[in-house]
């Protein structure tokens, strides 16, 4: 599965990238491909591209705060969730999103 993502926490600091990582990790250690961008202090940085966000499956969208850019997901399966429940398990996220696709 490809999974694209976007974290943005209130503060843009700490926990916008301690989640982009969690996502991340637990992504791969299921054996998904994962890119998450982060919305922080200073500004979006590790972009999605127009090509990644084409080819993923499913859209991971952790934040406290506004995102910018929601527009560039029309189509696609968009996980919607405050960022602490990505920051507390992130393990389960990735499994529950699997579960729900395998049903689709």
Excluded: W
């Excluded at 926990?15 to 982060?38: D, L, M, R, S």
């Excluded at 972009?47 to 990644?52: F, M, R």
């Excluded at 084409?54 to 968009?78: L, N, Q, T, Y």
């Excluded at 920051?87 to 689709?104: D, H, V, Y």
Aim: net charge negative.
């Amino acid at each position: 599965m490809k999974i694209v993502g976007i974290t943005a926490c209130t503060a843009g600091i700490a926990h916008t990238y301690i989640v982009a990582e969690k996502i991340q990790n637990a992504a791969v250690e299921a054996g998904h491909q994962c890119k998450i961008e982060t919305q922080g202090t200073i500004g979006a940085q590790n972009k999605l591209t127009p090509e990644e966000i084409s080819e993923a499956d499913v859209v991971i969208v952790a934040h406290d705060i506004a995102v910018g850019g929601m527009d560039r997901f029309e189509g696609k399966p968009v996980v919607d969730i405050p960022i602490h429940v990505a920051m507390k398990n992130p393990k389960s996220l990735i499994a529950t999103i699997e579960k729900k696709l395998e049903n689709k």
